[in-house]
Each structure stands twice: as C-alpha cells, then as structure tokens.
T-cell receptor, first 114, second 110 residues
Framework: EPEVTQTPSHQVTQMGQEVILRCVPI?????FYWYRQILGQKVEFLVS????????KSEIFDDQFSVERPDGSNFTLKIRSTKLEDSAMYFC????????????FGPGTRLTVT | GQQVMQIPQYQHVQEGEDFTTYCNSS?????IQWYKQRPGGHPVFLIQ???SGEVKKQKRLTFQFGEAKKNSSLHITATQTTDVGTYFC??????????WGAGTKLIIKP
C-alpha cells in the first residue's frame, strides 16, 4: 500500500540554525500538508500546498517557515532560524483532493531544538 | 479563529467498558473526519461524515454527525487494548480548512 515517507525521523539542531524536513507524498496525490504536534498536544495545521503554491496557511506559519516542491516527488518544510519552541513532531500528509478527501500522514520527523 | 472543542481530554476505562468522545463546533461544518493516533504513531484516518444526522459504524466503533452539523461523537463499545490511543476529530469549515480537535486519549486501566 502506498505511504507517505518522511526524513529524517529525528533531527537535533541548535537554536538559530536552519532545518529542512523532507517528505515524499503518495505519488498520485495532489494536495500536500504540514502539521505540527508538540509532545502530548493537539495536531496543529501549518500549511497546505497545491499546484506548486501555498493554498492555505495558519497563524503558526510565519515568515520563518517556507515550503517547496523542488522536484516531482519531494515536499519540504524549511525553518529558517529555529527557536526552542519549534521543538515538536512535524507530520507531512497528502491527499488526492481537498474538502472531502482523507489525508494520509507520514510517520513524522521529531525536531529537537537545543 | 474557529475552533473545534473536543472532550474529554482523557478517559480511563476498564477493558470491556465503553468509551465516548465528543466534538463541538460553534459554526456549521461541511464534514467531519475522525483520526486515531496510537502512542508514538501518526494520525490514521478512520472515517468521514458528511450528511446531517449521519451515523456510521465500523465494528465496535459508532460515529455520529449532529443534525445541525456542529457536533459529532465517536463511541467504542467494549474497549480492547488495541483501542488505546488518542482520537481526534477534524471538522472542515466554510473555507475548507480542516480544524482539529485537541484529541481524547483513551487509557485502558490494568
């Protein structure tokens, strides 16, 4: 069964450094998402991406975040200057459509900022 | 912004007892989805409800969508250890953004 993959599984970085989290969505999916989950808390929407541009973003997704689909398979989340509060699990998800379509989540990348 | 309130935050049950989690929105939702996240895992889609008053069953799980499409519930009959995890509802608002509830953690008492 096709699945969303994410790398790395765990990333440790120092405050102020840039990180890039990588995702490979399911191949025939058209909509891509990033979510954040601080340990033990709710899943928080960051951004959705369709047709090579951001379709929606939340208040969390400020100027330090950016997303890109550099080629036909990868979908990346960049955090320019990490802060301690960026420590969380970051999930990538994809879906075939929007609105009434289920989202398939990847296993997540645990980001630890020290 | 719009919120989907989900209660309770935690529920401790003995194996074999029932479990229910509730979601409420202040505004009408176009649909609502339910996800399960096992400890240490990622959210996995369970089901989607679209119609007013809709009820769907998956074995021991019963999902309901309110008549006004503002609330939803998930009921598990006779819980088993495999049911352990956090159950999230996610409602889609008029802008088609998926608004997630805070989740209800199901804990089975030993």
């Amino acid at each position: 069964e096709p699945e969303v993959t994410q790398t790395p599984s765990h990333q440790v970085t120092q405050m102020g450094q840039e990180v890039i989290l990588r995702c490979v969505p399911i191949s025939n999916h058209l909509y891509f998402y990033w979510y954040r989950q601080i340990l033990g808390q709710k899943v928080e929407f960051l951004v959705s991406f369709y047709n090579n541009e951001i379709s929606e973003k939340s208040e969390i997704f400020d100027d330090q975040f950016s997303v890109e689909r550099p080629d036909g398979s990868n979908f990346t989340l960049k955090i320019r200057s990490t802060k301690l509060e960026d420590s969380a699990m970051y999930f990538c998800a994809s879906s075939t459509g929007t609105g009434y379509y289920e989202q398939y989540f990847g296993p997540g990348t645990r980001l630890t900022v020290t | 912004g719009q919120q989907v309130m989900q209660i309770p935050q935690y529920q401790h049950v003995q194996e074999g007892e029932d479990f229910t989690t509730y979601c409420n929105s202040s505004t009408t939702l176009s649909n609502i989805q339910w996800y399960k996240q096992r400890p240490g895992g990622h959210p996995v889609f369970l089901i989607q409800l679209v119609k007013s008053g809709e009820v769907k069953k998956q074995k021991r799980l019963t999902f309901q969508f309110g008549e006004a499409k503002k609330n939803s519930s998930l009921h598990i009959t006779a819980t088993q250890t495999t049911d352990v995890g956090t159950y999230f509802c996610a409602g889609r608002d008029s802008n088609y953004q998926l608004i997630w509830g805070a989740g209800t953690k199901l804990i089975i008492k030993p």
